[in-house]
């Protein structure tokens, strides 16, 4: 259960409103990289948290940071909206360049909220929430919210650079900080879990059970047979079980054959033929010969 | 530019189709968790990699690898539903329990695609490419790809847990194997590009113009104070920048404030007028006196 | 900014976990009719408030509300789950009927997120942020907000009637009960804004330059005439400023001419003639004459 | 069945072509307020309804009539793309300002379409029939056309404002006209069910059942105890079933507990772990003591 | 404009409700093979056609009949969901399986929709309009309707095989009957537009303009060079501008290259660097000497 | 199973970067038009072909060769965004229009990739995988893909119009080179398997079985009895197998009824009455004499 005390976790200030920069604020918003994102795949982590219940505590905790996380970014929004053109005419009128304000903002800003923050990123795509990440298996998750909040992180440095608003820059310079916290915090908690016995993740299936002689392969499907080497193609694996190596991938399976079609299941009367594998393929000698 | 030989890369038999567990097989094709999302994920990757070219190849390498699971699992799906029925009357026959095979089927195998792979999750949900995680910044790539992978193997675990069949089975060890693999290359890309020098992602961006006095402090956001401690609170942070520490987590900002609705800007007229946070807020006795 | 106590705001109890209704349950989180939209809608909404700050006050404190019954639902589908089947064997020996708890699973609650809830429908479709109204216009919100509870409470009322377990039903019965008390809050701001006089919405827009002939007329468009009564036909406008009427609609316009496509804008050679109009049509007669 | 005469409802004219407002049409053509959304969502409460046929006749009559609003804005659309420039030069060349057209445009206007209107938004989001809320309650129903009907009149009024062009202003006032006078029709309907005897929604469920004493209950979620008073926490409720008053919410369930997971679920073996909430919970002073 | 008389097109009548074939029928509605989507394409590319006015016409005018289609469909799955159970212990009492009927439905037919049909698929996703092709090219948009009718009419015949129901079958005989028609439609009006003629689309582009050595040429990508012939290796094309040939295919262009990031746009350290293509690629080799 | 050799089909030069035109160039990697759909559709309809193998064989060929298509377009984009503003400054000082670059550039290759190309369209719309085409019925596939080459082709085409960039000018003359060939090969396909043989699709459904007096009849909807004449009211069917025909379209069936609503089904309690079908429509005189 939650309770809120209606004021901001920081300021947000904004000096000079500019309608072009809220459009790229809201990639933090609704953005794949931003805080609605963050904030329900925290929760859903919680709620579905099962072991020890100290991570559940601590996801549902950062969780309810990130709603102030949103609540502030949609502040900003608004605010940089203040006194947008609502008319093309004004548009014209306020600027030197006809129609520029304009031409860059969402237009749904003007139409759809009234001049304030839409769930939804720098292109006006909603958020959805297939992208809130809560596997069931915490180590998972945490590397999950690791790449989130470096996503998250890139981001807001982007964004940093992007304006030059003193107001902007400062909150943005708040949640930057923020991001690395989150990002060492889900490091700290797989070292809490194990570190690096947590891998493979997950750790509880049997590696017996594998076809380990993949497991620590490096496979190269160049054409010339080149490899791109580094350290995971030599030295021992990050999980201290094997030793890397490499090799040229090959197939190992057959060509797929599948049965015909039955010729009552909707496909053309052809299809319930054999497929005749045998025989199909020219050479491109043939082809080449006969037709170039 | 790519080729192919038509062959699997691992061999893909089905000893006793179960069209059920084809619309399970089907989050491993087009589910978040899933082969079409790995594969294109590190093709944008590959396509937009900007630095020393090794990164590059290897990510270009691996998503052409991934490709191929797609294809072994497509041909998994085809199989686990030749025989399925195509009739409720068919699938009574069949079965001692009317309906009982087509219910829990995925009826657009038989409705939309003539008993073949979708490009959909279990649910029958569309892939879409969202989801694929390519920032510009490598580092932040590779932990999304560690958390890909991760998720994708503990998919994969539950499949093989699901399924008795000897074939799938079989299949799904050695994906679970390659998994295992990409964990530890995505893992080991990141010790390549320096480890923990990463830290925070951006590296580059500098760490001076952040709040720093809140990059290391967990945020307690309990309205009784109490926090969930951990490796989180204590000790050396992950980057070795700094020390965790813990703070209750009080506002720092004000509530916002927005300017009134423009007359004509299609709010309703009450909208207009100021907002007088002043006075708004009664005391709860004065209601509860009044109304309970 | 938000806090938590990480406790539930009412009691969730399953006495007898059922994991096909675990599966109905998802509706109430992540449908549309969910409590993931409320949520959002609310706090989006109140974000964006202009005007009085007390109707922002109060959106944001239903919001979080409802953040909290988010909570309590995903608990609920986990609880639910306890106990089903991870395979086809154990699915096929806990039940007389072979697959049938399978069968009617969300195979993501085995596949996906290890017995937990999703941010998703009863058919794992996510939900998406474009369902979050918030226009901008307090009184079209109220509406919005009235229409969300509406469905909302039917949603539960449909959920109560389809189980049996008695803690499924009291926590429904809770649910009930805050979907009647939010249906009468939205009204309740109707009011509290004017009432009628908030007709029609947005009422800051000068009436006179509507097309009044049209403001209170129901258009039949039925071809033999007939024209549906009702309230809506007859008597004074709800608003108070009209009569209700009903007219058979005939076009006011004339079909549409656009211009021929530019020869190089990539349409077909024949697009660039111009449209010719006059003579296309043919008398169906001529035409039966002809081929039937 | 279905029937048309291929002109328009109501002329639509454009002065001065401009593809930069074709853009925003678009929103009134397949954005959520827009009217593919109504013409679906009436239809399809049509389609559905059970219980006095005028309900079903009256839907599926204005459901007709909104299929003719879309020709009409798909028609504006055409027409002010009438003349866009089809490459940079052309554009560079047409204005003062290089570029400035194109960068206000929706390039699928000139990639997809070919100067025609999409079934899509101002950004190009494309309609999804999620947003077709047909909940088989009509009272329901009914409040969500008049929250489509308010949200659809505040965007044609936004448009009016945005625009100078007299056609576009013409057709726009006549497609306000017709949404003031939905939204009466809708109030009317609810009126001829019964008005406020509607209430709750739905009416059917015996309201003994629901938590009747959370059912008037204004909660408040803030921490400082304070609340937002207004018509919500006092005087009779809008259905006259009860009082209005407001409590401070507290939460009567307890903290979630969820079983451990199993060992062969996929998870990480510390989850098999009993969660352990004893002493979970530290005190933030030992917390800040040790850390900061 | 457009006009209804509240009959069907054809007669609808279910003998047997079945609710599970409801759900298969919802892939004919709200599939991508639906009549949704036939009907919402004629229309846009019916509303954005230009050039000759019959096209638009006869396109118009079958939109108008899919409108009937559509109402129909969703006619046939509320009749199929009569009598549908409502609750679990229903379900288990009409039926010697407990739990059968329930698991294979829609659940939101139960919970949304109150026994109605939905615009969605057979799996609940809904409809969007991104797949309503209208390309402001008539042959490639009357290509695309050949290829909706197509899928429409194997969508149609499979759910023929799927039932028994009398009344059923003899609706969906109608709809094939419909949907031969409008595959002949279409292949008829790319002859009325000049047939081979129209090809390639667009016809309007200069074809000496495009690299025309690979106009008519298959490419073989297979590692072996062995290539699948047919007609497209064989004889003059199809548009009987060339003749056909294979070639296998070789890369013209080399490795991509791109600038490094700059340091300040938010990537690592590590990629301000050069890219360093030379030497990146090791043999594999050494690659497995060194590690296997 | 796959191979790749890191170079590009086809060179790809960018002489003058432009942003601007980076944005219309995604239309060709991820809009519906575009490279990863079909490359995606070739795919899944190789994976899932059932019958002749050559046909597989065929189509795994050319899904390898369009890959390298997403590969050639995303390194376009890439290179059409060296030197893109980073910031609003940057933006002002490269140009004398303030803004304008930026204004006109999709915001997420600033904010989401570090200038690099998106899976999406140019409105940054996802793409989503429903767009794959993959019906089990080879003849139906081939249209599929026809239209989709087809639009492509279109596609390509206003692309080489818009810009004036040399070397984009021969890439994409590449591209439409490949796309004619692509649309010959399917047409050819078609004619390999049986061309009008194949008609009506799927040609295995005995079209005796289907309402055959509807099957060459072109239906006509227009309120005043007029049609449409074309070669599709004229001569023998395209199959050979009729004549087509026309006929005014007469509703065959009645007005639907369904049941009334269960009580306890979640409607309003007015819903359980009968329909009432008799007499609920009045005059249309009768209304207006009473209102207007």
């Not at 991570?55 to 102030?68: I, P, V």
């Not at 297939?130 to 180590?139: D, Q, R, T």
């Not at 998750?141 to 964004?159: F, T």
């Amino acid at each position: 259960m939650f309770y809120t005390d209606g004021r901001l976790q920081y300021p947000v200030r904004v000096e000079t409103p500019d309608p072009v920069f809220a459009r790229a604020l809201q990639q933090a918003i609704g953005g794949v990289e931003g805080e609605i994102r963050v904030c329900l795949q925290y929760m859903f982590q919680a709620f579905g948290a099962r072991g020890p219940a100290k991570y559940r505590d601590m996801l549902l905790n950062t969780a309810t940071e990130e709603l102030g996380h949103i609540e502030m970014l949609a502040t900003a929004v608004a605010l940089n909206l203040e006194g947008a053109p609502l008319s093309m005419q004004e548009d014209a009128a306020a600027d030197a360049v006809a129609g520029s304000v304009m031409n860059g903002m969402d237009f749904r800003h003007l139409l759809s909220t009234g001049l304030a923050a839409l769930p939804a990123d720098a292109n006006g795509v909603p958020f959805d929430t297939s992208h809130v990440y809560a596997s069931g298996n915490l180590a998972a998750d945490m590397y999950a919210n690791v790449a989130a909040e470096s996503s998250g992180r890139v981001l807001a440095v982007r964004l940093h650079k992007m304006t030059q608003d003193p107001g902007m820059k400062d909150m943005l310079a708040f949640l930057i900080a923020r991001d690395t916290m989150h990002q060492q915090q889900w490091l700290a908690a797989i070292e809490d879990m194990g570190g690096a016995a947590n891998l493979p993740i997950p750790d509880s299936f049997p590696q017996e059970q594998e076809k380990t002689e993949f497991s620590y392969a490096y496979f190269g499907h160049r054409r010339d047979g080149a490899i791109p080497e580094g350290r995971w193609t030599n030295g021992p694996s990050m999980d201290g079980k094997g030793e890397f190596g490499a090799r040229i991938s090959e197939p190992l399976g057959e060509e797929p054959m599948l049965a015909p079609a039955r010729p009552d299941g909707g496909g053309q009367s052809i299809q319930s033929a054999r497929s005749g594998r045998t025989g199909v393929l020219g050479t491109i000698e043939g082809a080449i010969e006969r037709n170039l």
